[in-house]
């Protein structure tokens, strides 16, 4: 069941009126919903489907009441209490459906389906299973007389609300044993920690959101998506940054919220637009520069909220007061580049703007440029990487393998980070180098034994994502030393709907999403589909272009281009694809 997804989880900005129009999905669409629209707008898709012996039944099962939720624009949901004389099957599929409807009682309901000692001991938030709407878990009955559920899997969020996508084919196993009590009548007295919910439940009681964090030059937000119960969300958010980024992103983000801070008073108090954030006395940072930053911090992630416009920070007695400002999570990027005629431009109209000739180039055969966010212009001439500083009239050559007669060579396009760093291929391998030719020694251990095919930077430089030559997809932190100098990569996070044989290319088009093309199947005609994969999120696809060869994006949200076999490039023009140029080839976006 697709669900609409907020954007500003996405960029960590705030809504925009058009970003409430439904979004195309299998190539159905209102009449003209805008890029930003599309992706903000990312839904989840089914996880696989599982036979059964005994599906749960819909009779007397979850049921929404007309009065609306304080903090919510969903319906309450109720569910029945266990009934006199049920069976142990009965039992355990009430216990189901009134888990789904848990979010409106605080799971009381849930709680009568089990016996004291059981309650005493679950944690309904401590894991949440989430499966397809497609297909209903299956209740049977196991050899040791327990009850098995089982489901297929979409993902699972943990308690700190971090969604990890499941494998494709991924099931759910949860084993429940009864009981009779005093009176006879059967109790659950053993369950797994957690609950089990619909995908759309889950997207309907939980609200998707950035934590801001910062890059280690503290000059960018760099986001991670966490999942929080919509009752908490602001409460929650405070408490993910107290908390700290999560491993894989750890080694190159941080927070200036001091390790020992934490909530006082009434936590996260709004009013007229302002939410007043209490934190104990000891969460001041000290220092100007960093209680600003740490403001920042707190800002960008509660603006999230409808209803909050700004934000105060109070350490004990101590306000904090305004927040640095950073460059936005989705920067305007400015057009694209690429190659016309032998020479470096941008744009890709008739008032495309010469960034190099290939006289300054030295070279006819220059291909696949970049700009750098110093205003550097990379791009390649057989098999070297050439560099033209702003202002130059002579490009050098910064990196060369192979032989330079074998044409081609090993190398791919290059990407300029913000630190003055051009990222490539050569030769299968990651590599970075900078303005004068020195290669940064990288330290890559989860690529040690593959070459990568595809990547692609996000949009504040601080995150990678990496397609292997097996076909798998990750995402790490880049981990850079005090001068920006990259030194290696954080721990892979695996992006299994980004992966697989029927996959290619690879792009970041959102802050805290990838694309890739996947090959569609028979219902599509044999036209690829664009797939769009949020970081520790939900999945949407776009109908693509018939011979689409590769997927590009300002990685802001606002330009979404294919590339097909014919060297044409297609831009998304409301739901249709349009030729944006034939003349302008090898195309990119620069990093800010």
């Not at 309450?76 to 266990?82: L, Q, V, W």
């Not at 000891?282 to 800002?299: G, K, N, T």
């Not at 044409?407 to 391998?429: I, M, Q, S, T």
Request: glycine residues 12%; aromatic residues 6%.
């Amino acid at each position: 069941m697709k669900q609409p997804m907020n954007r500003k989880a996405l960029t960590g900005g705030r809504t925009s009126p058009e970003f409430t129009e439904a979004l195309e999905t299998s190539g159905t669409a209102p009449s003209s919903p805008s890029r930003r629209s599309a992706l903000g707008l990312l839904s989840a898709t089914a996880a696989g489907m599982l036979a059964g012996c005994t599906a749960l039944p819909s009779s007397s099962g979850v049921t929404r009441s007309g009065v609306a939720a304080s903090d919510t624009n969903a319906l309450i949901e109720t569910a029945p209490g266990p009934g006199e004389g049920d069976s142990a099957e009965d039992i355990v599929n009430g216990f189901l459906r009134a888990a789904i409807a848990g979010f409106s009682d605080d799971f009381a309901t849930a709680k009568q389906f089990l016996s004291d000692h059981a309650v005493a001991q679950w944690r309904p938030l401590a894991t949440v299973s989430a499966y397809s709407g497609s297909t209903e878990p299956q209740v049977s009955v196991a050899a040791n007389g327990s009850f098995r559920v089982t489901s297929g899997q979409v993902g699972v969020l943990d308690s700190l609300g971090v969604f990890t996508p499941a494998q494709e084919g991924a099931t759910y196993d949860g084993e429940f044993s009864l009981a009779t009590n005093s009176t006879g009548q059967w109790r659950i007295v053993g369950l797994p920690q957690g609950i089990l919910l619909p995908f759309s439940r889950l997207m309907q009681n939980f609200a998707v959101s950035s934590l801001a964090f910062l890059s280690g030059d503290r000059s960018r937000f760099v986001p991670e998506l966490r999942w929080y119960p919509r009752s908490s969300q602001a409460d929650s958010l405070v408490a993910g940054l107290l908390a700290g980024p999560s491993e894989w992103l750890s080694k190159g983000a941080f927070s200036l919220i001091p390790p020992n801070a934490g909530r006082a008073g009434r936590g996260v108090v709004v009013e007229a637009g302002t939410a007043t954030v209490h934190l104990s006395a000891d969460s001041d940072p000290a220092s100007e520069e960093d209680r600003r930053l740490m403001v920042a911090q707190i800002e960008q992630s509660l603006v999230q909220i409808s209803g909050i416009d700004r934000v105060r920070v109070l350490a004990g007695t101590v306000d904090l007061g305004a927040p640095a400002q950073l460059t936005p999570m989705a920067p305007e990027v400015g057009g694209v580049v690429g190659m016309s005629e032998g020479s470096v431009v941008r744009g890709s109209g008739a008032r495309r703007v010469t960034l190099a000739t290939d006289r300054v180039l030295g070279t006819t055969d220059a291909r696949s440029p970049s700009l750098g966010a110093d205003g550097a212009v990379y791009a390649l001439s057989a098999s070297s990487l050439l560099r033209l500083p702003r202002g130059q009239q002579s490009a050098s050559v910064i990196l060369s393998v192979g032989d330079p007669s074998a044409g081609a060579g090993g190398l791919g396009a290059p990407l300029g980070d913000r630190h003055g760093w051009a990222w490539l291929l050569a030769e299968g391998r990651l590599t970075a180098v900078n303005g004068s030719g020195q290669r940064a020694t990288l330290e890559l251990p989860w690529l040690q034994n593959g070459a990568v095919t595809a990547f692609d930077l996000s949009v504040e430089s601080e995150r990678i994502a990496v397609r292997r030559t097996d076909g798998r997809v990750a995402v790490a932190v880049i981990i850079r030393d005090q001068y920006g100098r990259p030194t290696g990569l954080g721990p892979a996070l695996e992006m299994p709907r980004a992966s697989g044989s029927g996959t290619r290319g690879l792009s970041w088009c959102a802050p805290n999403a990838v694309c890739v093309l996947a090959a569609a199947g028979t219902e599509g005609g044999g036209v690829p589909e664009v797939r769009l994969i949020q970081v520790g999120g939900a999945v949407n696809t776009l109908v693509g272009v018939r011979g689409a060869r590769s997927v590009i994006s300002d990685r802001s949200e606002e330009s979404l281009l294919i590339v097909d076999e014919h060297g044409q490039t297609w831009q998304r023009r409301g739901a249709m694809w349009r030729v944006l140029t034939s003349e302008v080839t090898d195309p990119s976006f620069p990093l800010p």
